[in-house]
Structure formats: structure tokens, C-alpha cells
């Protein structure tokens, strides 16, 4: 969506993705713990208001839990799903393959990124699933969805 672009112009902003001051990857995950706003997108939503992230180190779904100020959520239509089980299903089967196969990890579903095989491999990036929901106690998150298909769209159940 170009969001950090757009929001560097006037912000000091840190994602792992973009390499800033020579800071490590860790620094940047650690600057964008410890920052006022979140930014995100989730891996499944519920029709019913349930909200799925699998995370690899924890920062992200840790970051939606406890810890800023405000949160926003950004997701698009086609992480809608009916119910808790197809959202979590979207989330297993379709985020995490094509993720893992994003960042080119030596994982069985990464070949064909038709769904997730549950691997015990070394290079797994799915090792936590954190389900909102409610909005924490003391968290201000904003959902923001968009009427387009966005990040990972894959096949469908
Ligand atoms: S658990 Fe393993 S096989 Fe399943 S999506 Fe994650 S990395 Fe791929």
C-alpha cells in the first residue's frame, strides 16, 4: 500500500522490512514495540468480529495485545471469513504458505503454497496464534477495512 512511505514523510516510523540507521532487524522490531502507534494487518477476520494472527517471533501479535498507545488494523475484504474456524483455516492455510514461501524458507509448504503441512521444521514461521476476541483491556484499535483484495489472497477452502 506504500503506508510507510506516505507515513515517513511526516513520522518517525520503524518496520524490519526497511533498514534505517543501521539498526539490525531486531532493533527495528524493538523501536517498533516500544512506539506510540501500531501498525498491522491480520491474518483472518471473522464475520463475527474474530480476529487470527500466527506470528514467527512474537512481535507482531505481541504488538496487538499490550503496549501502544493506538493500534490500526488494516485488512482487506478478502481476509474475511465466515466463521472462527475458516478464518483460522485462511490464516493456516493460505497466509502462512505463501509468507513462508515470501521469505524462502526450507519448509514443505513453501513448493506448491497449496496449504500448510503443520511442519516441524527448523524454518517453521508459524510458532504463535493469538485470537482477539475483544479488544484487550486499555487498547485503542482501530480496524480499518478496505473494500479490495490485499496482502495475500491465495485460493479459497
Ligand atoms: S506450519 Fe510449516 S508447513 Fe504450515 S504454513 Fe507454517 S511453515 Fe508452512
Not at 524493538?30 to 500466527?54: P, T
Not at 495485545?65 to 472462527?84: Q, S
Not at 526450507?106 to 524454518?123: G, M, W
Not at 508459524?126 to 482477539?132: K, P
Request: charge should be positive.
Amino acid at each position: 500500500m506504500g503506508l510507510y512511505d506516505i507515513l515517513s514523510a511526516h513520522n518517525t516510523v520503524y518496520s524490519h522490512h526497511v533498514p534505517k540507521d543501521g539498526m539490525t532487524t531486531g532493533e527495528l522490531r524493538a523501536a517498533a514495540s516500544g512506539a506510540d502507534i501500531y501498525l498491522s494487518s491480520v491474518n483472518g477476520l471473522s464475520e463475527d468480529g474474530e480476529i487470527i494472527n500466527i506470528d514467527a517471533q512474537g512481535n507482531r501479535v505481541s504488538s496487538t495485545l499490550y503496549g501502544h498507545r493506538r493500534v490500526f488494523l488494516v485488512i482487506g475484504e478478502n481476509k474475511l471469513a465466515p466463521d472462527h474456524d475458516k478464518a483460522l483455516w485462511r490464516a493456516r492455510n493460505i497466509a502462512g504458505p505463501l509468507n513462508a514461501r515470501r521469505l524462502g524458507r526450507k519448509t514443505p509448504c513453501t513448493a506448491k503454497a497449496d496449504r500448510c503441512y503443520d511442519c516441524r521444521s527448523p524454518e517453521r514461521i508459524c510458532r504463535e496464534l493469538v485470537v482477539l476476541w475483544q479488544c484487550p483491556i486499555g487498547m485503542d484499535i482501530d480496524i480499518v477495512l478496505i473494500h479490495e483484495k490485499l496482502g495475500y489472497r491465495g485460493h479459497s477452502k
